[in-house]
């Protein structure tokens, strides 16, 4: 990891350009942008386990944004419409709002979750 915070990890996208391009956090930084000073957002996960965007301009600029639903699904359906499959079971993933926050579910029997930084 490139950078830790206090509290906060980094989700760290950029250090393996090559292998991580397809996660979340890659997608993230690639595609959001910070609504205050225009620089790329990056996924962090919080000393609790939850997931949140930052601005990648801090300490100057301390924006952040939750990780909502449509966000994800956005990022499941980016290439076509046929979304993203569970690498266990094949069947197609979905997002939800949990009780400790967004995590991403297949739909198939065995319900396998994962963490954003799975996916």
Same mark, same amino acid.
């Not at 957002?41 to 600029?61: N, Q, V, W």
């Not at 967004?102 to 319900?111: D, F, H, I, K």
């Given at each position: $990891?490139? =950078?830790?915070?206090?509290?906060?990890?980094?989700?760290? +996208?950029? *250090?393996?350009? /090559?292998?991580?391009?397809?996660?979340?956090?890659?997608?993230?930084? +690639?595609?959001?942008?910070? %609504?205050?000073?225009? =620089? %790329? $957002? #990056?996924?962090? #996960?919080?000393?609790?386990?939850?997931?949140? @965007?930052?601005?990648?301009?801090? %300490? *100057?600029?301390?924006?952040?944004? %939750?990780?909502?639903?449509?966000?994800? /699904?956005?990022?499941?359906? =980016?290439?076509?419409?046929? &979304?993203?499959?569970?690498?266990?079971? &094949? !069947?197609? @993933? /979905?997002?939800?709002? &949990? #009780?400790? &926050?967004? !995590?991403?579910?297949?739909?198939? +029997?065995? =319900?396998? #979750?994962?963490? @954003?930084? /799975?996916?």
């Amino acid at each position: $990891m490139s =950078r830790t915070t206090d509290q906060c990890t980094t989700i760290d +996208a950029d *250090a393996n350009e /090559e292998t991580n391009a397809d996660t979340f956090a890659s997608y993230v930084r +690639a595609s959001k942008k910070c %609504p205050c000073c225009g =620089r %790329p $957002m #990056k996924l962090i #996960k919080s000393k609790s386990g939850k997931f949140f @965007l930052a601005c990648a301009g801090y %300490p *100057a600029c301390r924006k952040t944004l %939750p990780v909502d639903i449509d966000m994800i /699904e956005e990022y499941f359906y =980016r290439n076509s419409k046929k &979304g993203q499959h569970c690498v266990q079971c &094949g !069947y197609s @993933l /979905e997002a939800k709002a &949990g #009780k400790y &926050g967004v !995590y991403v579910q297949c739909c198939g +029997a065995q =319900r396998h #979750k994962y963490k @954003l930084d /799975e996916i």
